[in-house]
């Protein structure tokens, strides 16, 4: 079944400890991106790849590193996570350059709530 | 991208259709109109995009205005399961950042 999952699904953590959420797509996309959900604020994009080894930034990406080692996974990586980075984060990917035209149809993730206390 | 105006809030009854509009009035000419809505806290899902042309699949209609100022997603039957959060994107065909908005949030009620 093609899907993008995301792991874990649910995280409570503390303050400063170092924490990866995993993304991984098995539909061949070249772009994927994170994004976090908060009440009020909608969803905000804080990373994007669109390509292994091409990442760029969102509108949010304080506080978050991501890498692109392989076409299927797109790690969201919390150094030191904080209060403020409580939030509900959705993993997407799509497709990318296909003939002549970018497919820019998004597929997303479950979503993962993480809580820093 | 150009920035999209929704209203914040629409109700529809069960079974009728459900008109969903959005204003795009700073549109360009290489910019799609897409839709995606999401259920309570679960990951948006695609429905429809256009560029020009009203498009058609099997969740929902997408008519365009001939000015590509504004466009109005249908669901031609709603259903309670349709009761969700809907955003109207614009964005190039090729890009980086995807920017959604509050979109708007459609109850269908019984």
């Known amino acids: 079944e093609a899907q993008v999952t995301q792991n874990p699904r649910y995280l409570i953590t503390v303050t400063g400890k170092k924490l990866t959420v995993t993304c991984s797509q098995n539909m061949n996309h070249e772009y994927m991106s994170w994004y976090r959900q908060d009440p009020g604020l909608g969803l905000r994009q804080i990373y994007y790849s669109m390509n292994v080894e091409v990442t760029d930034k969102g509108d949010v990406p304080e506080g978050y590193k991501v890498s692109r080692k392989e076409k299927r996974n797109f790690p969201l990586i919390l150094e030191s996570p904080s209060p403020n980075q409580t939030s509900l984060y959705f993993c997407?990917?799509?497709?990318?350059?296909?003939?002549?035209?970018?497919?820019?149809?998004?597929?997303f993730g479950p979503g993962t709530r993480l809580t820093v206390l | 991208d150009a920035k999209t105006t929704q209203p914040p809030s629409m109700d529809c009854a069960e079974g009728r259709a459900a008109n969903l509009p959005c204003n795009h009035s700073t549109i360009s000419g290489n910019e799609y109109v897409y839709w995606y809505r999401q259920i309570h806290s679960q990951g948006p899902q695609y429905i429809i995009h256009?560029?020009?042309n009203n498009e058609t699949n099997e969740m929902a209609s997408l008519i365009i205005t001939e000015d590509r100022k504004s466009s109005t997603l249908i669901l031609p039957h709603a259903t309670l399961r349709d009761t969700a959060v809907y955003y109207c994107i614009v964005r190039r065909s090729y890009g980086q950042n995807f920017v959604f908005g509050p979109g708007t949030r459609l109850s269908v009620l019984p």
């Open positions: 997407a990917s799509s497709p990318g350059w296909g003939g002549e035209r970018f497919w820019d149809t998004q597929y």
């Open positions: 256009g560029l020009k």
